[in-house]
C-alpha cells in the first residue's frame, strides 16, 4: 500500500508489514517517521536492529543472508537499508523480489532513501514491491503550510505564540525545518515552556532570540515570482546577492524558465488549455502550479519582452550598457511576478 508520513502513526496503530519503504528529502521528517517505525517494531518485540548502507559496490545477496540468518540475541530483528540513491540497479531489484516473495516473519526491512521519481512509482516492479509492503512518502512542508506545522510544534513543546510571532519564525528558517525545531526548542529552553507549563510567545521573544536559519537557492527565486509574491521575490533575491550569487547564474535561471513559459504560451495561443499545454512541455510536477499561476497574468508579448529585458541586463553585466545591473534584474524579477513596480506592500 501507500500512505504519507503524517498518516504513518494511524497506520502502524493497526498493524505491522514486513516491509516499509520510506522516502523523502526532508531530513528531519523523514527522521522523524522511521524513529516512530522503529520505536513501534520495537514495542512489537524486534529488539535487534541491523543497519546496511547501500551504495554503489553494495552486495545484495548480504540482504538475503541477513534475512536468512538466524538472530544470536533475539527472536526477531529489524533490518534497515540506507540508499544513497532512490533508482535501484537490477541486482537490488532482483533480490528485494526475492527477498519479499516469503519475507521472514520474524524481520521487518526498512528501506529509507531520496524522493522516488513519479515515473518509477508507476512500473510494474514498484507495484509489485507496494503490493508486498508499506510505501511512505515523506513530503515537504511548503511555505504556505509551515506556519500551522510551526505552531503545533510550538504548542507540544508548551508555548502558545501569536500569528505575528509565528509568521516572523516562519520568515527567518523558512526552508529549514532542522533550524526551525531547533529553535523551537531553544525557545522552550530559554522560556522555562514545557508541556505542563505554557508560556505565550510574541513577536519580541521571536526578534531576541531565533536567529535567520532561512536559506535560498535560485529556484526559490523564480517560484516565488510565478506566484506573484513580490515581498519573497525581493527577500530571497537580497538573500542571494548578500551570499555572493553571480547575476549571471540568476539570469541563466530565470531566461530558461521564461522560455519554458513561452512554449506553453505559444500552445495556450494554439488552442491547447494551460493544463495540457503544461503538461506537453513536461514542466515538473511540483512547479505546475506555479506556471499555471504566471499564466494567469503573463502573455506571450510580455514573456518576449521579458527576454529582451533579460539581454540588456546581460550587456550591462558584462560592461556594455550603461545601468545598475541588480537594480534591472529587481524590477525584471518583479515583471515576472506581475508588478511592474515596487509595491507598497514590499516596501513597508
Known amino acids: 500500500m501507500r500512505t504519507s508520513s503524517d498518516k504513518l502513526p494511524a497506520e502502524l496503530r493497526k498493524t505491522l508489514a514486513p516491509f ?45 543472508q541477513s534475512g536468512n ?46 524522493r522516488v521519481e513519479p515515473a518509477a512509482l508507476n512500473t510494474q516492479w514498484f507495484r509489485g514491491l507496494e503490493s508486498a509492503g508499506v510505501f511512505v512518502t515523506v513530503w515537504p512542508i511548503g511555505p504556505d503550510k509551515l506556519p500551522r506545522w510551526i505552531h503545533e510544534r510550538m504548542q507540544r513543546a508548551g508555548m502558545n505564540a501569536d500569528q505575528d510571532a509565528i509568521a516572523m519564525l516562519a520568515d527567518r528558517v523558512e526552508g529549514n525545518l532542522l533550524a526551525a525545531d531547533q529553535e523551537i526548542q531553544k525557545l ?36 516565488a515570482a510565478l506566484l506573484g509574491d513580490a515581498r519573497r521575490c525581493v527577500k530571497v533575491l537580497n538573500s542571494l546577492r548578500s551570499e555572493g ?64 529585458a533579460s539581454r540588456k541586463i546581460d550587456l550591462s553585466v ?9 537594480s534591472e534584474f529587481t524590477q525584471l524579477i518583479l515583471r515576472l511576478s506581475g508588478h511592474h513596480i515596487l509595491p507598497q506592500s514590499v516596501l513597508s
Open 20 to 64: 516499509y519503504w520510506l522516502a523523502g528529502d526532508e531530513t528531519l521528517l523523514v527522521q522523524e517517521s522511521l524513529t516512530h517505525l522503529r520505536n513501534t517494531c520495537r514495542k512489537a518485540g524486534f529488539s535487534e536492529w541491523e543497519l546496511l548502507f547501500v551504495d554503489r559496490g553494495f552486495d545484495w545477496q548480504s540482504l538475503l
Open 69 to 114: 540468518s538466524m538472530s544470536l540475541f533475539s527472536d526477531k530483528k529489524i533490518i534497515e537499508l540506507r540508499l544513497q540513491s532512490a533508482k535501484i540497479d537490477d541486482a537490488g531489484k532482483a533480490a528485494l523480489k526475492l527477498y519479499l516473495a516469503d519475507p521472514n516473519p520474524d524481520n521487518v526491512l526498512i528501506l529509507v532513501s531520496p
Open 245 to 308: 550569487t553571480e547575476i549571471l547564474q540568476l539570469l541563466g535561471s530565470f531566461n530558461a524558465q521564461v522560455r519554458r513559459l513561452i512554449a506553453v504560451a505559444q500552445l495556450v495561443e494554439n488552442g491547447s488549455s494551460i493544463g495540457d499545454a503544461i503538461r506537453s512541455e513536461r514542466i515538473r510536477p511540483n512547479q505546475q502550479k506555479e506556471v499555471h499561476k504566471a499564466l494567469e497574468h503573463l502573455r506571450l508579448p510580455e514573456l518576449e519582452a521579458l527576454l529582451r
Open 188 to 223: 522552550a529552553v530559554l522560556t522555562g515552556a514545557n508541556p505542563s507549563h505554557n508560556v505565550h510567545i510574541d513577536r519580541k521573544h521571536i526578534m531576541t532570540l531565533v536567529a535567520d536559519s532561512s536559506r535560498y537557492n535560485t529556484f526559490n527565486l523564480i517560484d
Open 318 to 326: 558584462k560592461g556594455l550598457a550603461n545601468s545598475d545591473p541588480w
